[in-house]
């Protein structure tokens, strides 16, 4: 096996750096190759591009969407023998236009069981998978018992186009 790349990128209180150094951390414990890339310096696409480019690289784990190639032609990841695990840790739908992106190769991960479902009506044949948080999960309370002052009823149950404003569906930054 070849080296695992993990991205860091810019990200409020630096949670998901703190996720992923851990994960390379584990996976380096377990014997793995791993190299932690950067994204926050301003050359980092062109480092990127580079680092691809050697060719020892063989699989890519992206948070939140850090460090994807949102160009439909000429991706970075179309590479055979590459694979992206595309972690998610909010619903599908906020990156749905990340999501729909067909790259060979790559799985998407979602903390919601229910974006599952969504995925495989609008975009048969994806590998998508549920990954929920590090945490074991709760038993389901009935909602009565719940004390909750506003609830958020965003989902993927509908048409992500009709779903979400048309910038959020186009939000993707460009490596």
Do not use: K
Request: glycine share 8%; proline share 9%; charged share 20%.
């Amino acid at each position: 096996m070849g080296t695992i790349l993990l991205f860091q990128a810019a990200c409020l209180h630096d949670n998901i750096n703190r996720m992923v150094a851990a994960l390379a951390a584990g996976l380096v414990r377990l014997g793995a190759a791993v190299e932690l890339f950067d994204l926050r310096p301003p050359d980092s696409a062109a480092r990127l591009v580079a680092r691809l480019g050697r060719g020892d690289v063989d699989r890519v784990v992206s948070f939140a969407g850090f460090g994807l190639d949102p160009r439909p032609r000429g991706n970075l990841y179309h590479r055979p023998g590459l694979r992206l695990l595309s972690v998610y840790l909010d619903p599908l739908l906020l990156y749905w236009d990340q999501v729909a992106l067909e790259i060979p190769g790559r799985v998407v991960t979602s903390p919601n069981p229910d974006d599952l479902d969504f995925c495989a009506r609008h975009l048969p044949g994806r590998a998508v998978a549920l990954l929920p948080h590090a945490a074991d999960p709760l038993p389901p309370r009935d909602w009565a018992a719940r004390d909750v002052e506003i609830l958020f009823a965003g989902s993927l149950s509908d048409d992500p186009e009709g779903s979400c404003p048309r910038a959020w569906c186009n939000s993707a930054v460009a490596v």
